[in-house]
């Protein structure tokens, strides 16, 4: 069984900083993908930065955040991060972490996280 627990969301006034982890553990046998979506209310969720977990870590943004967050992976930890920088009241949302795993049991598939408010204030 996989599990994904996400923490870093909160409160913070506009232009401030907040930084998200999120730590994969459980059966897995490899990771090939990690990414951050984001759903603000009334809104479709949508994605706001990917990173592969190949020696390379493709990385893969979002036009609204490029610039201001910074996607990082510890392959040792099986963790995510999103460093957000210069946040804006428009980054309000839930936070919801993705991971592209194999298990030795069920093989490879598409895992979320629980998912972290993160609220900015003007």
């Known amino acids: 069984q996989v599990q994904l627990v996400e923490s870093g969301g909160g409160l913070v006034q506009a232009g401030g900083s907040l930084r998200l982890s999120c730590a994969a553990s459980?059966?897995?046998?490899?990771?090939?993908?990690m990414a951050w979506y984001r759903q603000a209310p009334g809104k479709q969720r949508e994605l706001v930065a990917s990173i592969t977990t190949t020696s390379g870590g493709y990385t893969n943004y979002a036009d609204s955040v490029k610039g201001r967050f910074t996607i990082s992976r510890d392959n040792a930890k099986n963790t995510v991060y999103l460093q957000m920088n210069s946040l804006k009241p428009e980054d309000t949302a839930v936070y919801y972490c993705n991971v592209d795993l194999s298990t030795q049991e069920t093989g490879r598939g598409d895992y979320w996280g629980q998912g972290t408010q993160v609220t900015v204030s003007s």
């Open positions: 459980g059966s897995i046998f490899s990771i090939n993908a």
